[in-house]
């Protein structure tokens, strides 16, 4: 089962993509764990990609397409895998799926977490993260025991930057221009399934289960 995640960032799915993995016993592939690997690893592709990260610049899409097909054919994919965070955008998309067509093989499902802009915006402004051991907490969903304070490490928790109302606007401003045609495409594919992402985290996850079958 090859499952693509759509949906705007804090949005939450990059939570179903992982629940879905352990569910389905299949890996959960983000474009930021390839790069990670792949610099790691020192492949040629990799170094490739550090050269432009290191320049402030964006990787181009036949280096990332590269990692992600060397990615999907490794023994752990051979039952299907599900994309977090690629494709961004429709050339993406499209070299995806002939890239895949080429292999005869194709995207089974693109899943959209559809989540409101104005319920991202407060989602994403209650987030506080502990920069002293990375925990994170929600001040509606998942308040620390005392306000302001690391339940783990008793730290001082912070807004970060890219969780300020500000930020997330523009994030969001480049998501619907650059990433939402991706919801067109795959419906034109006929495999895109949408689910309402403002429930409870367990009841969309169920909704993209009954979708995915037991």
Same mark, same amino acid.
């Not at 523009?170 to 991706?182: D, I, N």
């Not at 009841?203 to 037991?214: K, P, S």
């Given at each position: %089962?090859?499952?693509?995640?759509?949906?705007?960032?804090?949005? @939450? &799915?990059?939570t179903q993509a992982k629940?879905?993995?352990?569910?389905?016993?299949?890996?959960?592939? =983000?474009? @930021?764990?390839?790069?990670?690997?792949?610099?790691?690893?020192?492949?040629?592709?990799?170094?490739?990609? &550090? =050269?432009?990260?290191?320049?402030?610049?964006?990787?181009?899409?036949?280096?990332?397409?590269? %990692?992600?097909?060397?990615?999907?054919?490794?023994?752990?994919?051979?039952?299907?895998?599900?994309?977090? @965070?690629?494709?961004?955008?429709?050339?993406?998309?499209?070299?995806?799926?002939?890239?895949? &067509?080429?292999?005869?093989? =194709?995207? $089974?499902?693109?899943?959209?977490?559809?989540?409101?802009?104005?319920?991202?915006?407060?989602? %994403? =402004?209650?987030?506080?993260?502990?920069?002293?051991?990375?925990?994170?907490?929600?001040?509606?969903?998942?308040?620390?025991?005392?306000?302001?304070?690391?339940?783990?490490?008793?730290?001082?928790?912070?807004?970060?930057?890219?969780?300020?109302?500000?930020?997330?606007? &523009?994030?969001?401003?480049?998501?619907?221009?650059?990433?939402?045609?991706?919801? $067109?495409?795959?419906?034109?594919?006929g495999v895109l399934a949408?689910?309402?992402?403002?429930k409870d985290m367990e009841?969309?996850?169920?909704?993209?289960?009954?979708?995915? @079958?037991?």
């Open positions: %089962m090859k499952i693509i995640m759509l949906g705007a960032p804090g949005a @939450g &799915k990059g629940k879905i993995a352990a569910k389905y016993q299949i890996p959960h592939i =983000s474009t @930021g764990d390839i790069f990670r690997a792949n610099i790691k690893n020192g492949t040629e592709l990799g170094m490739k990609a &550090k =050269s432009y990260m290191d320049a402030g610049g964006l990787v181009p899409d036949e280096i990332t397409i590269g %990692m992600l097909l060397d990615r999907i054919h490794e023994a752990d994919c051979q039952n299907g895998y599900v994309l977090d @965070g690629f494709p961004r955008t429709i050339p993406q998309a499209e070299s995806l799926t002939k890239a895949l &067509k080429e292999m005869g093989e =194709s995207i $089974d499902y693109a899943v959209n977490v559809d989540v409101p802009d104005e319920n991202i915006i407060n989602r %994403m =402004s209650g987030r506080r993260a502990c920069l002293g051991c990375g925990a994170t907490y929600h001040i509606v969903y998942n308040a620390p025991a005392k306000e302001g304070v690391c339940d783990v490490c008793g730290q001082s928790l912070v807004l970060r930057d890219d969780d300020k109302p500000e930020t997330v606007k &523009k994030r969001l401003q480049v998501y619907h221009e650059q990433t939402q045609p991706l919801i $067109d495409y795959y419906k034109k594919e949408e689910v309402d992402g403002t009841e969309v996850f169920q909704a993209i289960v009954d979708i995915l @079958g037991a």
